[in-house]
């Protein structure tokens, strides 16, 4: 599905961003990234994307090496970038021009519903609150079915109350769709709630400290035991990557 062999990362001013990153994302998984700032999240996603390009060895999805965008892969950015001159629908269907009309409608039609904004079809994005203009973003980038969606913390400027519901919206549409999700966040809670696996990283340079699988049936409490108890497990190796006393990183294959 989606792999990433090796990839270093070194911006112009000599930044190195990522170091030697290697990870295997199978079809259908969610798998969340969290770390400290600095740690090469986004920069990996931009790669992911293909917005960017390594430094040094590639990301391939089934087979293909990824050096430009590719409409397999969607990504959601931290605010909603809704285009203003057009309506909720419209936004929706803004990378569906090459389809015909009845596909385009009919595509637009059903990723609404299932994001409860039917009847927010033919409004403006100014008459949105910020979750709806954000299931706007989810919609649109979901509805050419991509194989790939790149989530860079889409929630976090919302509120718990609002974040909690658009989760629930998130994995509606996973349920029916079935795209390999990869989310950026801050969050343990959210990671430990939505993920089947949590990557750690680690900084300066980016490189992953730990992998987590979460093993939890679905619909998941996140108010249960079950996922305090994970929570504490990804804050424990989050803790461990960022203290730098030995100067050594953690091995990229620990797990915990």
Known sequence: MLYVESADKTYP????ALAGLNLEVEEGEIVAVVGGSGCGKSTFLRLAAGLDQPTRGRIRLDGETITRPNPLVGI????????????????????LADRPRAERERLVREVLERVGLQNYAHCWPRELSGGQAQRVAIARALAPH??????????????????????????S??????????LV??????????????LVMQPNPGRIAATIDVDLARPRDRYGTEIEAMKRRVLWALDKSLRRESGEALSPAAAI
């Not at 991509?146 to 994995?171: C, G, I, M, N, Y």
Request: aromatic residues 10%; proline residues 7%; glycine residues 4%.
């Open 185 to 198: 966040t801050h969050d343990v809670e959210e990671a430990s709630v939505l993920a089947d696996r949590v």
């Open 13 to 16: 001013n000599g930044t190195r």
């Open 173 to 182: 549409l996973w349920h029916a769709f079935r795209p390999t999700l990869v």
């Open 76 to 95: 959601i950015f931290q605010e909603p970038r809704l285009l203003p001159w057009l309506t909720v629908e419209q936004n929706v269907g803004f990378g």
């Open 146 to 171: 991509p194989k790939v969606l790149l989530l860079d913390e889409p929630f976090s400027a919302l509120d718990a109350f609002t974040r909690a519901s658009l989760h629930e919206h998130l994995l």
